[in-house]
């Protein structure tokens, strides 16, 4: 029987988290993002008519992988500027792998860089604002190029 190595449960940065139960080594993948493949536009109209939190994996072929529809615990990975983690596509899937160790207990993050359509305003700076409290925050969950527009 092969044991939990991580866990979903309350994070102190935004909601719900995922959360290391055993030793993650540095460059070892941790789990894919799950969820049903489907158009922005699709995922964008289901963000509309759900309140609440939106686990959607942008693919670079603008298709998207959304969590909230057959998805896994790793829809709960939050953002951090300074992640542990990082997002690797292969073809129509997506793996995390660990970017440094990470030791039970410690929160599993990636850096989202979003980027979004049009200037970013000051509503915009706020819907998208960073709480991840690392001495580096850049303040924002959009990538260096949008939160510099």
């Excluded at 489907?38 to 686990?55: K, L, N, V």
């Excluded at 603008?62 to 300074?82: E, K």
């Amino acid at each position: 029987m092969r044991l939990r190595r991580i866990t979903a449960r309350r994070s102190p940065v935004h909601g719900m988290g995922l959360f290391a139960l055993q030793p993650i080594a540095a460059g070892e993948r941790v789990i894919e993002y799950k969820g049903e493949l489907t158009s922005w536009r699709r995922a964008a109209a289901r963000q509309r008519s759900e309140a609440g939190h939106t686990f959607v994996f942008g693919l670079s072929d603008g298709r998207v992988i959304d969590g909230s529809r057959g998805g896994n615990s790793a829809r709960f990975l939050n953002h951090a500027c300074s992640p542990n983690c990082e997002a690797i596509e292969t073809g129509e899937r997506v793996f995390i792998h660990a970017l440094a160790a990470i030791a039970p207990g410690e929160e599993l993050f990636i850096d989202y860089c979003l980027s979004v359509d049009g200037a970013v305003t000051d509503d915009i700076r706020t819907q998208y604002r960073c709480h991840c409290g690392a001495s580096g925050c850049r303040h924002t969950m959009l990538g260096t190029n949008a939160a510099s527009a």
